[in-house]
């Protein structure tokens, strides 16, 4: 399941106000920026509520601080995967430095996955605040609990729709109805159709232009590079917040600096 996540899939859409409500919401807590998940153990509790009682939460460190225990929970989260699994290599080293592009990535698979195996349904049977202390309390049925409520919702929603065309052919009489039922269908699917050519057109530019911003990214790591005033302006610009709206200044002002500095060495 893990592999037919790729980079044109919709789950990369996901801005990041998105991931961290997401995220919030279903572990009660507050983040505020992506970054702070670089430790890894969010990640853990969010496959430990998809498959209740397969992470050993007592291992997971929530405080953790340097890239030491970060790793350590990165190690419990590459163990998890691979006894459920799931075919996905971590980028350890990377999301440890807290870089928000990289940390913003893997969030938006690790949604896309978690999504795909509950529907995107919360397991309210699985206490967030609990499981973080470390308490191994009983956690038979949860995730009987957790596919029962995605069944229960996917019944629903058939027996809805189903009671809905019933009754829509119920009032409709005549083969003047019928016909114009069958246009509305038509016209629908040439609307679906159109829509999934937009959205093969955005995905495609999405690419683009991601691709674009890591090479970039790439290029102002390079050991001989990393420490030149415009390589450092570009990442302040990379990897400002959202609401940092000094970020093109604070670039400007590190490249002048900078110039600043050279005219007075010459002087």
Not at 42 to 65: E, L, R, S
Not at 162 to 189: E, F, H, M, P, W
Not at 218 to 241: H, S
Request: charged share 30%; hydrophobic share 35%; net charge negative.
């Amino acid at each position: 399941m893990a592999t037919n996540i790729g980079m044109m899939d919709s789950g990369y859409f996901v801005g990041r106000n998105e991931i961290l409500t997401w995220i919030n919401n279903r572990l009660q807590i507050n983040l505020s920026r992506i970054e702070e998940a670089a430790s890894g153990a969010v990640q853990c509790q969010m496959i430990d509520m998809t498959y209740p009682g397969a992470v050993p939460m007592h291992k997971v460190n929530f405080d953790a601080k340097t890239e030491y225990d970060m790793i350590q929970n990165y190690k419990v989260l590459q163990d998890v995967f691979n006894k459920l699994k799931i075919d996905k290599h971590i980028e350890v080293n990377r999301l440890v430095k807290g870089r928000p592009l990289d940390n913003l990535e893997f969030l938006q698979w690790l949604k896309r996955y978690c999504d795909s195996v509950n529907g995107g349904i919360m397991n309210e049977n699985y206490d967030p605040v609990e499981r973080r202390r470390g308490k191994e309390k009983s956690l038979k049925g949860s995730h009987k609990s957790s596919k029962s409520l995605q069944a229960s919702s996917l019944h629903n929603s058939v027996s809805g729709d189903a009671a809905a065309i019933n009754k829509n052919i119920a009032s409709k009489q005549g083969k003047t109805c019928v016909a114009a039922a069958l246009s509305d269908v038509r016209a629908l699917s040439k609307e679906i159709t159109d829509l999934k050519l937009s959205v093969d057109l955005l995905e495609k530019e999405r690419d683009f232009y991601f691709a674009k911003l890591r090479d970039i990214e790439m290029l102002c790591q390079i050991p001989k590079v990393e420490n030149n005033p415009m390589a450092v302006a570009i990442k302040k610009i990379l990897y400002a917040a959202d609401a940092n709206e000094s970020a093109l200044e604070e670039a400007q002002e590190c490249i002048s600096q900078s110039i600043d500095d050279g005219q007075t060495e010459e002087d």
